[in-house]
């Protein structure tokens, strides 16, 4: 099963929103509402930013949303700070008892 | 606080075997799935295996299949992967990373993870 598919890198400039996309098929993001999105920064493990498509962990600041429509999940990240740069990679439930990731997105902050 | 530990990671052979432990405290480890996800030096995230809650539910990664076996001992609070017949591309951090719910087939969102230990497949 292939990688769910992300671009490999966004950027945007303090203050602005940058949205990632994630795309899949109907095997995955399309069938399910099981989309999550996870930050890295480097050297550390990932933390969960999103869940369920559109839900927010505890202390996960409300500049960070997300949504999907048919096969494609997005995170929007709104008034870029500095801290939000790093690697940003979504997942789906895939039926089967099986997960996907995407190949993961580098954001950067200008 | 939640805590994950994981432990085992080593330099091995190609064809050899490892075992990789996890250490779970601040929760009650048999209330929840549990899944092991790999990253490559370098490269994005994989998943490689999860089990429910009373291990009645597996799942493995294509690329594992066959060779991995995940387990728990929920007595110990542990959950384990053990790796056979280890090929170079086996070689990555691996994380110990708990589910939000107690079966697979849900919402399979990892809200807690550990920090990895690291797996090299090299002759």
């Known amino acids: 099963q292939s990688a769910l598919t992300q671009p490999p890198s966004a950027s945007g400039s303090p203050g602005q929103s940058v949205t990632i996309s994630c795309t899949g098929t109907?095997?995955?993001?399309?069938?399910?509402?099981?989309v999550s999105w996870y930050q890295q920064h480097p050297g550390n493990a990932p933390k969960l930013m999103i869940y369920?498509?559109?839900k927010r962990p505890s202390g996960v600041p409300n500049r960070f949303s997300g949504s999907k429509s048919g096969n494609t999940a997005s995170l929007t990240v709104s008034g870029l700070q500095a801290e939000d740069e790093a690697d940003y990679y979504c997942?789906?439930?895939?039926?089967?008892?099986?997960?996907?990731f995407g190949g993961g997105t580098k954001l950067t902050v200008l | 606080e939640v805590q994950l530990v994981e432990s085992g990671g080593a330099l091995v052979q190609p064809g050899r075997s490892l075992r990789l432990s996890c250490a779970a405290s601040g929760f009650t480890l048999d209330d929840y799935a549990m899944h092991w996800v790999r990253q490559a030096p370098g490269k994005g995230l994989e998943w490689v295996s999860g089990?429910?809650?009373?291990?009645?539910?597996?799942g493995y990664a294509d690329s594992v299949k066959g060779r991995f076996t995940i387990s728990r001992d929920n007595a110990k609070n542990s959950l384990y992967l053990q790796m056979n017949s280890l090929r170079t591309e086996d070689t990555a951090f691996y994380y110990c990373?708990?589910?939000?719910?107690?079966?697979?087939?849900?919402?399979?969102?990892?809200?807690?993870w550990g920090q990895g230990t690291l797996v090299t497949v090299s002759s």
């Open positions: 089990l429910s809650f009373n291990s009645e539910s597996i």
């Open positions: 369920e498509v559109t």
């Open positions: 990373a708990k589910a939000d719910y107690d079966i697979l087939a849900a919402p399979s969102h990892f809200d807690y």
């Open positions: 997942s789906s439930y895939a039926g089967n008892n099986k997960v996907i």
């Open positions: 109907t095997s995955d993001v399309g069938g399910y509402n099981y």
